[in-house]
């Protein structure tokens, strides 16, 4: 508890403005990589996705999903409250619905979402996301055909971006502009705005964005006829996409081995609570077993109280279904094991310990109803001798 705290308080420190933001990510990473506990993991998913919202915003809103995940599958409620606060934090789960819908082509639901997007991070002055509103709206008005509103916005999301450094959003909207300058044949514009792009995305390590910018490029320079630029740009995206893909591989394993460490908790998690179930249920059946024999036990040593024959046969039933319920919950793992979970060998092996249990409860009920009826005859007679001593004249 003291590390967690500890680790709390170290997270809370990163989060202050004075501190180095790559410093602080990488730091994080440390620990994640380190940390085998499940409740610290969830806070520094969710704290390391703080350190990518201003310049990444994808690999943000997915390391807080996948911090709520695990806080879900933990149980761990107040890290759930943490991860859902990290995603909707600035209108950063606005601008990725609208994202979304803009992919998809549903312009006024992309629209929507932008405005309540722009209006969140406007109250609380976070120019990265004003930075991504803009642009997710120019975005929309060029799918919807409106080039004018479209630039008007790309060119107000420019000066957040560079204030935030906000390398994607900036390349992102250069390139949207280029596209725009693209469809009414002005060149020059079209290739002053996509090499902005590609010069930012080279720098910044965004292979997706360099890898659009200069198959974009190669695209234009072949159009005009100049193959050394095309061949340069051709093979610049020719090795953004290896980069790409080989970075994708990556990630899949990785989330292959993240879903693989899940389950294997879930599974952990199943035994661990089967075993307590079985446990407490051996402990259950072990205490019917002890008051069934004390209270018989006491019946039989009993010097003064009479018992009826039916009276024990119905404790030795309960009785007999006792200790066939502790044999059953005590062997029952083994069972499954040797019998591989095998439903027919498992209830032969039952039927055959309930043959060999049922032999031996009759044996014993018939000893101790012995034992009782000749105790009972033996309170009678004494009871009828006092009885007579009593009557008879001195």
Known sequence: MLKIILLLLLTFCFSTKSYDQTSAKDSLKTLLKKEKRDTVRVILLADLSYYYSNNHPDTAI???????????????????ALSLNRIGTDGLAHINIARS?????????????????YEIANKRNNRTRIGNALYV????????????????????????????ENHVN??????????????????????????????????????????ESSTF?????????NSDSAFFYLKAAKLAKDSLFNQQNINQVHNLGFEEKIRQIEIATTELKDKEER???????????????????????????????????FFGVLGLLAVFEFINLFIHPYLAHASNDSPVLMLLVLIVIGG???????????????????????????????????????
């Open 62 to 80: 997915q390391l807080a999903l996948d911090a709520l995940s695990l806080a879900k599958r933990i149980g761990f409620i107040k890290c759930q």
């Open 137 to 164: 709206t120019g975005a929309i008005y060029s799918g919807t055909g409106h080039k004018n509103l479209a630039l008007e916005y790309f060119r107000l999301s420019i000066p957040y971006s560079k204030m935030t």
């Open 279 to 313: 446990s407490h249920n051996l402990q259950y059946a072990a205490i019917a077993i002890v008051l069934i024999t004390f209270l018989i036990s006491f019946l039989i040593l009993s010097r003064s109280i009479i018992v009826k024959t039916k009276f024990i046969e």
């Open 170 to 211: 900036l390349a992102n909207t250069y390139l949207g502009m280029a596209q725009l300058f693209r469809k009414d044949q002005r060149i020059d514009s079209t290739l002053f705005y996509v090499k902005k792009a590609f010069t930012i995305t080279r720098k910044a390590g965004f292979t997706k964005g360099t890898l």
């Open 356 to 394: 060999m249990l049922v032999p031996l409860h009759h044996k014993l009920e018939q000893w101790i109803t012995k034992i009782m009826v000749e105790k009972n005859k033996k309170i009678r007679l004494d009871a009828a001798k006092k009885t007579i001593a009593t009557l008879e004249p001195n």
């Open 101 to 117: 819908y803009l992919s998809l082509k549903e312009y006024a639901l992309a629209r929507a979402y932008s405005n309540q997007a």
């Open 217 to 225: 490029l190669s695209t234009i320079y072949e159009e005009k006829g």
